[in-house]
T-cell receptor, first 113, second 114 residues
Framework: SQQGEEDPQALSIQEGENATMNCSYK?????LQWYRQNSGRGLVHLIL?????REKHSGRLRVTLDTSKKSSSLLITASRAADTASYFCATEESGGSNYKLTFGKGTLLTVNP | KAGVTQTPRYLIKTRGQQVTLSCSPI?????VSWYQQTPGQGLQFLFE???????NKGNFPGRFSGRQFSNSRSEMNVSTLELGDSALYLC?????????????FGPGTRLTVT
């Protein structure tokens, strides 16, 4: 079953604009991660935020985590055509050793040149 | 370092057949996970191995099985293939054995069942 649900399902913006994607999840988590996937290829890890962190930055990426609302957001600033991809959030549930990630269905981001 | 490699990249099989997919993790990574990706169900966890031991298994029928070798390479097997098994199968490896880890994914094996 899906843990994370991304919103929106699809997003189309112009190059240079910012893109914001949201993720909601259902259970308590150890951490939340964001991945990018280009057109049916493997996933690329973008950023990991732990449950005791509220915000994290990596280059043009900014991730926030609100555990009280069970939600996270991914902001990509100054987007480029090369950012066109599907973006997934993935959670590791807390409460023992799960050793698995539960993925949402993803947001398809299209950046138009 | 070389990334995660998966073989074969593409596979076409007939219903009822069985298939074995292979995954070689990044050198030094001992945790290997498998995921199935379909348009309808998205990314779903299959199983995870560490030091040749299966530590977790997803909600898939017993037709789906896997194993890990002493060199951390992993294989997954699907027996009695069904049309619904058509999917992209992704393997991921991780360096750390604990709960907070980032995973490095291979390019996937695209399986088509006819």
């Amino acid at each position: 079953s899906q843990q994370g649900e991304e919103d929106p399902q699809a997003l189309s913006i112009q190059e240079g604009e910012n893109a914001t994607m949201n993720c909601s999840y259902k259970t308590s988590i150890n951490n939340l991660q964001w991945y990018r996937q280009n057109s049916g290829r493997g996933l690329v890890h973008l950023i990991l935020i732990r449950s005791n962190e509220r915000e994290k930055h990596s280059g043009r990426l900014r991730v926030t985590l609100d555990t009280s609302k069970k939600s996270s957001s991914l902001l990509i600033t100054a987007s480029r055509a090369a950012d066109t991809a599907s973006y997934f959030c993935a959670t590791e549930e807390s409460g023992g050793s799960n050793y698995k990630l539960t993925f949402g269905k993803g947001t398809l981001l299209t950046v138009n040149p | 370092k070389a990334g995660v490699t998966q073989t074969p990249r593409y596979l076409i099989k007939t219903r009822g057949q069985q298939v074995t997919l292979s995954c070689s993790p990044i050198s030094g990574h001992r945790s290997v996970s498998w995921y199935q990706q379909t348009p309808g169900q998205g990314l779903q966890f299959l199983f995870e191995y560490f030091s040749e031991t299966q530590r977790n298994k997803g909600n898939f029928p017993g037709r789906f099985s896997g194993r890990q070798f002493s060199n951390s390479r992993s294989e997954m097997n699907v027996s009695t293939l069904e049309l619904g098994d058509s999917a992209l199968y992704l393997c991921a490896s991780s360096l750390r054995p604990d709960n907070s880890y980032e995973q490095y994914f291979g390019p996937g094996t695209r399986l088509t069942v006819t």
